[in-house]
Nanobody, 119 residues
Framework: EVQLEESGGGLVQPGGSLRLSCAAS????????MTWARQAPGKGLEWVST????????YYAASVKGRFTISRDNAKNTLYLQLNSLKTEDTAMYYC????????????RGQGTQVTVSS
């Protein structure tokens, strides 16, 4: 059974930083690209970033490129997302998933971790 558990969210002021984590189990983590997605209040799921299985290639949505950094530790079966220079529009529930089918279609994800950017 695939299990994904996100953590690290919280309330932060604009310009602040957070580091999100996703602990994965139930599948061979090192064999899969992993993705972060987010859902803002009243909106659909939005792709944020993807990393390939060995971490050598990363991809970002234009809205977060240069501010967010995705990484992974295959020895710990953990995915990370470093969020810097946060903006109010980054407020959302953040999810990790091992499958992104394009657009707003994603595979199994965890319960999410809430990021709120507010002064």
């Amino acid at each position: 059974e695939v299990q994904l558990e996100e953590s690290g969210g919280g309330l932060v002021q604009p310009g602040g930083s957070l580091r999100l984590s996703c602990a994965a189990s139930g599948f061979t983590f090192r064999s899969y690209s992993m993705t972060w997605a987010r859902q803002a209040p009243g909106k659909g799921l939005e792709w944020v970033s993807t990393i390939n299985p060995d971490g050598s290639d990363t991809y970002y949505a234009a809205s977060v490129k240069g501010r967010f950094t995705i990484s992974r530790d295959n020895a710990k079966n953990t995915l990370y997302l470093q969020l810097n220079s946060l903006k109010t529009e980054d407020t959302a529930m953040y999810y990790c998933t091992k499958a992104w089918y394009g657009g707003s279609t994603f595979g199994e994800r965890g319960q999410g971790t809430q990021v709120t950017v507010s002064s």
